[in-house]
């Protein structure tokens, strides 16, 4: 194990490597994520126990970007909040008119989301030996994971 210093953003990035992305639809898988792999028991342990650090983060993190929806967005009129990147000026009918006009909110809501983003966390990692992932076939690539974890024997 060793401590290594993350981007709030590759911890999201790492952790989606090792579970997969699906569309926010929650319709489409996009990626399947190194877990889902052919890997040996041991080598899915450590990375299984490795994610729950991850996922723990990531609900950390996921927490303060909602905090920052509702600074920052509207209510739809079935509760949910967007951060809508433009406005529009409306006639009393409620119809657009004009062009659109970038949302001032948007603008601090990005600049805010960009700041956390490259925020650093100090995290306890394994090490994973790249002998242990010879057999893995894969079509997808791991940047973070293969630039933190993978040890060259």
Not at 62 to 91: A, P, Q, R
Not at 128 to 139: G, W, Y
Request: glycine share 4%.
């Amino acid at each position: 194990m060793a401590e290594v210093t993350f981007k709030i953003s590759e911890i999201l990035d790492l952790e989606a490597e090792l579970s997969g992305l699906v569309s926010q639809d929650k319709k489409t898988k996009l990626t399947e994520g190194l877990l889902s792999q052919d890997i040996s028991f041991a080598t899915k342990y450590i990375l299984l126990d490795f994610l729950q650090v991850l996922s723990s983060n990531k609900k950390i993190i996921d927490g303060i970007v909602n905090e920052m929806i509702v600074k920052y967005g509207t209510s739809n009129e079935d509760g949910s909040i967007f951060v809508n990147k433009f406005v529009y000026d409306l006639d009393e009918e409620g119809n657009q008119i004009g062009e659109p006009k970038i949302n001032e909110n948007f603008i601090k809501f990005d600049n805010d989301y960009i700041e956390l983003m490259s925020k650093e966390k100090t995290i306890e990692i394994p090490s994973i030996k790249l002998s242990e992932l010879s057999n893995v076939v894969t079509k997808e690539v791991y940047p973070i994971f293969s630039k933190y974890l993978v040890v060259k024997e």
